[in-house]
């Protein structure tokens, strides 16, 4: 039961004593005498480069899989810029929720100025966030 490596030892390793009846036969400096052991290394490398290909298929599924995420990653985050740059003038821009008749008055005065610090403070935080993530 000779097997492709065992046929590769063979052509690798011609007998030069004219042996016909296996290793036994053979001189130590004959070629023949080495066909056993050369023919099963060649049968372990062939299935370790079997192992390493079949591997290296994997590793280049797990990588294209993983440039694909990155690449839905980077669409997703570039969305999120987008909407956080648009999110500092929307906030500048929110309206008075409350509409005083006399705007002069103490308590119209006070709300006034506690919308605009609280809208400036939030979009003051919307902008560092954009910085931050520009970074
Ligand atoms: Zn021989």
Known sequence: MS?????????LLPCDCNNRDGREGH???CGGYWRDEVGARLRADGAEIERLRTLD?????????????MAN???EI???????AGLHGAIM?????VEFVDTDSTVGQAYR????????????????AHGVNNE
Do not use: I, W
Not at 78 to 84: A, C, D, I, P, T
């Open 93 to 97: 821009n929110l309206p008075l929720v």
């Open 57 to 69: 298929k994997t590793m280049a599924k797990a990588h294209n899989s993983n440039l694909v995420e």
């Open 3 to 11: 097997d492709k490596y065992d046929d590769e030892a063979a052509k």
């Open 113 to 128: 100025l506690g919308h605009r610090d609280a809208r400036h403070a939030s979009a003051e935080l919307c902008a560092a």
């Open 27 to 29: 001189f130590s400096s």
């Open 73 to 75: 990653m980077r669409e």
């Open 78 to 84: 570039g969305q999120l810029k987008v909407q956080l």
